[in-house]
C-alpha cells in the first residue's frame, strides 16, 4: 500500500520552519545530544535557516516593489529561486 505522507519536496511555511529551528536550537543547548544526533541536527538546522533567509528576501523584494509603485499597486510574482546578496554582520 502506498502511504499518503505529504510531498517532500515542499518547504515548510515560514512559521513552521521558524518553530522547527528554534526547537532545535532548544536541543541543541541542552548539551544532551551524541555527537551524531547532534550534527544532523545542527545541519537540519542549517537548512532550515537558509529557507527562512530565502522567504525574508523574497518578502523583502515585494515590499520593495510594493514602495517603488507609489500608489499603483500591483504585485508581480517573484522568481523564488533568483540569488539575493545578503550582507552579513560578521
Do not use: H, W, Y
Request: net charge negative; charged share 25%; aromatic share 2%.
Amino acid at each position: 500500500m502506498a502511504s499518503k505522507s505529504a510531498p517532500a519536496a515542499a518547504p515548510p511555511a515560514f512559521e513552521a520552519a521558524l518553530a522547527q529551528l528554534e526547537s532545535l536550537v532548544t536541543r541543541l543547548e541542552t548539551g544532551d545530544l551524541p555527537l551524531d544526533e547532534a550534527l544532523r541536527t545542527f545541519e537540519q538546522g542549517v537548512r532550515l535557516t537558509r529557507e527562512c533567509q530565502s522567504a525574508l528576501a523574497s518578502a523583502q523584494q515585494k515590499v520593495q516593489l510594493l514602495l517603488q509603485r507609489g500608489e499603483q499597486v500591483v504585485v508581480e510574482d517573484i522568481d523564488a529561486n533568483a540569488t539575493l546578496e545578503i550582507s552579513s554582520s560578521e
